[in-house]
């Protein structure tokens, strides 16, 4: 293993923090020589090794609302500001939400996300649509229930938690300084803001980000720190999906190393979280998804994303299985 990297991992190993200037020269040396990269994914695999175990977390989402958003995120199909083929439909009713858990239950998923689109739900019958789904997945499902409802107040905060809700889905989706390429219509502080008053209602935290929408391996590093800042839990990476109709329908692809250290950065940087690879895993791996958990993952999304396919569960489990992970 190179030797400036295998101190720094000995150093996270040992429970220090890796600072963002650190975090640079690491990628800095990745660019420059093959056994350093080799050497960075064996360094994030023994600190996930330490810190997470062999088992991975396997997570699913519902896309319980879908379309007509008020937001220009660029990367988004759901936005009402972009011209795309995505379906539109209403909030599904608490029955439909239940019948995807108790889905995601059987394929092994240990949290499930109820995700709408929109700036957040409305106070009134969507907001009890979902409290109920809620409900009656706390008592009929073995997982953890997840929610991804836009921008929270405390209010409806404290309600999930007395419905059962475990973790609140919030990305910062990519770092402060790069935010402005991405979204418009609302601000990176909002996102902040709803991440503390779901935290501070006692739900679990999961945020983390989009790569290969035009950031720099600085904001990359930013976006870590600005997650371990927050005492984030779970981190799902998301690698662009390039859809038609977005502003990033032309974006080029990340190299399958680049989605690699990506992982293996985030995990020097944010040791005991989750790191879940979600969306994008398909189209920006390939081949190479098994190797994910040798650079640091400890868990992955199955099923499918919210606005695409994902890979047939047996595929998934097949994947698991040669990469050594029990789930
Ligand atoms: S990412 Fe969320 S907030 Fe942004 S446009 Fe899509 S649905 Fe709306």
Not at 115 to 142: F, H, K, M, N, Y
Not at 248 to 257: F, G, H, I, M, V
Request: hydrophobic content about 40%; proline content about 3%.
């Amino acid at each position: 293993m190179d030797n400036s990297i295998y101190q720094r991992t000995a150093a996270v190993l040992a429970g220090e923090s890796l600072t963002a200037e650190q975090a640079l020269s690491l990628i800095s040396k990745v660019k420059k020589n093959d056994s350093a990269l080799t050497a960075l994914h064996q360094g994030a695999e023994a600190i996930r090794q330490q810190f997470c175990g062999e088992q991975v977390e396997l997570c699913s989402i519902v896309n319980a609302k879908s379309g007509r958003c008020a937001e220009n995120c660029a990367f988004c199909a759901q936005s009402q500001h972009h011209q795309t083929t995505t379906p539109i439909y209403p909030l599904r009713q608490p029955h439909q939400l239940l019948e995807a858990a108790k889905r995601a239950e059987q394929s092994g998923a240990r949290c499930f996300s109820l995700v709408t689109s929109g700036t957040r739900v409305l106070p009134g019958e969507e907001t009890d649509i979902l409290l109920r789904a809620l409900e009656q997945i706390a008592t009929q499902c073995d997982l953890d229930p997840s929610v991804s409802l836009g921008f929270l107040d405390p209010q409806t905060a404290t309600r999930l938690v007395a419905a059962g809700c475990v973790t609140y889905h919030h990305n910062l989706e990519t770092a402060r300084s790069f935010f402005a390429n991405v979204c418009s219509t609302h601000s990176y502080h909002q996102a902040l803001d709803t991440l503390k008053i779901a935290q501070q209602a006692g739900l679990r935290l999961c945020s983390g980000g989009i790569f290969g929408m035009g950031e720099s391996w600085a904001q990359r590093i930013e976006l870590a720190c600005s997650l371990r800042e927050l005492n984030i839990d779970s981190v799902p990476i998301n690698f662009l999906t390039p859809i038609a109709g977005t502003p990033l329908e032309n974006q080029p692809a990340l190299s399958t190393d680049d989605c690699l250290t990506i992982i293996s950065l985030f995990r020097y940087l944010l040791p005991q979280a989750r790191i879940s690879v979600c969306g994008g895993r398909q189209y920006q791996l390939k081949a190479r998804q098994n190797e994910i958990f040798k650079a640091g993952a400890s868990g992955m999304m199955i099923g499918d994303f919210l606005t695409t396919s994902g890979s047939a569960l047996s595929l998934d489990h097949q994947l698991l299985q040669q990469a050594g992970m029990s789930w």
